[in-house]
């Protein structure tokens, strides 16, 4: 390998020459050193150009809020069970229980993740490699994907807020994850260190992270009262009900969403339309059905979504890379919204091929829309409406706005009935999935 050249003083001396030159860049550096990038950068045109007015609006009402903890993912796809579930009830305000399905979700990702380490160890694959030293370092997060969240709902159904509350950990899950983190490591540890006791070490690590999240989340219900006055003051009563019960009876059997699949739009070129993707060791569930999806093109993926809203007046959960051209503060989404590279005078000409495939754009968080402009034309959409689940302190109290534009770039994956998809693409589903490493950027977690 050559030499690593330095930076030498002759070539720094030269920058900032350069930049002393150009009064702009001053300008810029008093601007943004005082108020910051975003403020100077922002387009003032285009976010005033995104108004809150939409020709389909599904009203799930007051916004949800996942505080300190990554679980969009599960706020997001309950939200879209809430709102079905609330028109069984005839609410305006209900919540279904988000610890409930993390406490679970958690349970079923150490069995999970320990069985899965204790295959690579028995076959050989070494603590340095990289495939252990990914899974090690992923384990234990809060993300999640459409898919993983439907293992939890099919296997331990859902509870109303009120019956499983959020906890101190629940809303901050950073010590609790740390340290259910560190009891795998432990364990990991242990494997190798001793494979013949594989087995006895993954139920004392079972049981061990089944004590430690009862004591931060508590201990779930098996079963509950359900009764609730509904927004005309009519009292109800349907009596003692499992979580599974509950579930089935009020969510899924109206909404069908066990049936969903989930859609992708993989850009990379070696990836092909039209077929199932899966990604290696990434599940919660053992034994439930495992994380693939249909890669297939953006604009299939918004007929669906509009279809969903306008045609089924239905929530649609999906994944995007968030972060990008965002105003968090009054909740809009625009690939245009700021000018990044006119401040530093940088072309940032990434399409999304080229911003997957180098690191520069993941999936990273899980909303739901519930809301689409379409023009006269019945199929042309100009702009989006995303419940998201940062509380109602931001955007419109919590409710955005994403441009059509945006869509197309940055939102990943929504999941959507398997009836809406075409036969080739039925077909597609009962072939073999190509499985992708455990660290390919789709199998980013929201």
């Not at 090690?136 to 499983?164: E, I, S």
Request: charge should be negative.
């Amino acid at each position: 390998m050559s030499e690593i050249a330095p930076l030498s003083e002759g070539r720094l001396e030269k920058m900032r020459e350069d930049f002393a030159s150009n009064p702009t860049n001053h300008i810029a550096m008093n601007a943004v050193t005082t108020v910051g990038i975003n403020d100077v950068a922002r387009n003032y045109d285009r976010a005033r150009s995104l108004p809150r007015r939409f020709s389909v609006t599904v009203n799930n009402g007051e916004v949800t809020n996942q505080k300190q903890s990554g679980r969009c993912w599960l706020f997001s796809s309950l939200n879209v069970s809430r709102y079905v579930a609330k028109q069984q009830f005839n609410l305006d305000g209900f919540e279904l229980s988000q610890a409930y399905a993390m406490y679970y979700d958690k349970l079923e990702r150490i069995n999970y993740f320990m069985r899965d380490m204790a295959e690579l160890v028995r076959t050989g694959e070494g603590p340095d490699s990289r495939l252990v030293k990914h899974l090690l370092d992923d384990v234990m997060g809060d993300g999640g994907q459409w898919t993983m969240a439907l293992n939890v709902y099919k296997k331990y159904g859902a509870v109303p807020k009120d019956f499983f509350p959020e906890t101190a950990s629940s809303e901050s899950t950073g010590v609790m994850n740390n340290q259910l983190r560190k009891m795998l490591h432990t364990a990991v540890a242990h494997m190798y260190a001793d494979p013949a006791r594989i087995d006895q070490i993954i139920d004392e690590t079972v049981e061990a992270g089944h004590r430690m999240l009862t004591i931060h989340l508590g201990e779930p219900p098996k079963s509950f009262d359900w009764e609730w006055t509904d927004k005309d003051g009519n009292f109800h009563r349907d009596g003692e009900i499992t979580p599974v019960e509950f579930w089935e009876k009020y969510v899924n059997a109206s909404a069908g969403l066990e049936d969903y699949v989930c859609l992708v739009d993989d850009p990379r070129a070696e990836h092909p339309k039209g077929k199932k993707i899966g990604i290696e060791h990434l599940g919660n569930v053992a034994g439930g059905d495992p994380t693939e999806y249909l890669n297939v093109p953006n604009q299939f993926m918004k007929d669906c979504v509009r279809r969903l809203l306008s045609e089924k007046n239905l929530p649609v959960w999906f994944g995007a890379d968030c972060g990008p051209m965002m105003d968090r503060k009054n909740g809009a989404w625009a690939t245009d919204l700021f000018e990044y590279g006119k401040v530093y005078d940088v072309d940032f000409d990434m399409d999304k091929e080229q911003r997957v495939r180098y690191g520069e754009s993941a999936m990273n968080h899980a909303m739901a829309f519930v809301g689409v402009d379409v023009a006269d034309d019945g199929t042309t959409t100009n702009r989006w409406r995303v419940e998201n689940s940062w509380g109602d302190k931001v955007a419109d109290k919590g409710y955005f706005t994403m441009s059509d534009d945006w869509f197309t770039e940055y939102v990943y994956e929504v999941a959507v009935p398997k009836s809406m998809l075409p036969d080739e693409y039925l077909a597609a589903l009962d072939e073999p999935a190509i499985m992708l490493p455990a660290w390919d950027p789709m199998g980013a977690l929201a």
